[in-house]
């Protein structure tokens, strides 16, 4: 580097145009008397010494007491090593502070619930509160895929899922071939497209953006947000057991009325 981007570079060190050219000229020159560092480094004679007087107070320089003035620069080490030490303390300080910041964060989301918004556990209480709530906010498809569990709470979700039929809403609703026989089944609200397929567990999926699975060994729930990798994976899953399922309209009662 030239020493005039060294010069330019010492200005974060505290120091002026003119110091840093006369710490510059000592360091590179040795001793100097005042005229003499004018000279070499192109300073005004009339500047000359309140520079030396400020590189002295900082401790960059030495000025012998005697005259003429002779002045010879601090070893970097020695002139900036306090500098730069109180310089990591502060970067070291200021880590420790972002950090400390990062757990306030940290457990600030865990209070709010900000980290479940991707994957909320569902009590087997709120299971029901949730599916209605959701399939009343679809605003265009719900898809269901149930075991026999699972039918059992979709008959509950009952009327929720009449108005959501009545409101246009695509409803489809992929049984499981185990559940054929099941007493529930010709309960599905009429107007709801029915299959039978291959699912072996029950999902809930709303506008393709929002999932709902339930265990059925013990009622409770998983929820999966927008976005979410396996909310992609689920509805494709289920849409590959969509288009394989058979059409289970011949299980539904000959006439029904909707609702009934």
């Known amino acids: 580097m030239r020493n005039h981007d060294l010069a330019s570079s010492l200005d974060e060190f505290g120091l002026s145009t003119y110091e840093a050219k006369a710490y510059l000229t ?35 320089i030495v000025i012998t007491q005697h005259k003429p003035l002779v002045c010879s620069a601090v070893p970097p080490d020695d002139a900036f090593g306090e500098l730069l030490t109180e310089q990591e303390n502060r970067i070291n300080d200021m880590k420790s502070t972002i950090a400390r910041l990062e757990k306030i964060s940290e457990e600030s989301n865990k209070i709010n619930g900000v980290q479940e918004q991707r994957f909320l556990m569902l009590a087997p209480s709120s299971i029901l509160v949730t599916l209605n709530e959701l399939i009343l ?37 992929l049984v499981s071939k185990n559940c054929i026989d099941n007493d529930i089944l010709p309960s599905v609200p009429d107007g ?25 060994n013990n009622g409770k729930g998983a929820m999966f947000r927008a976005m979410d990798f396996l909310t992609n994976l689920h509805g494709r899953i289920f849409d590959m057991a969509w288009v394989n399922g058979t059409d289970a309209s011949f299980l539904m009662p000959v006439s029904k009325e909707l609702g009934k």
């Open 26 to 60: 000592l360091l590179g020159r040795g001793s100097l008397s005042a005229s003499e560092l004018a000279y070499h480094s192109n300073l005004p004679r009339t500047k000359v010494y309140s520079t030396l007087a400020r590189l002295s107070k900082k401790g960059l």
């Open 137 to 173: 906010g679809a605003k265009e498809e719900i898809a269901c895929a149930t075991d026999s569990w699972g039918l059992r709470i979709l008959s509950q979700c009952k009327n929720a899922m009449i108005k959501s039929i009545v409101d246009k809403k695509n409803v489809k609703i």
């Open 192 to 216: 709801a497209s029915v299959k039978i397929g291959h699912f072996t567990y029950t999902l809930f999926m709303f506008d393709r953006s929002t999932i709902v699975i339930v265990d059925s």
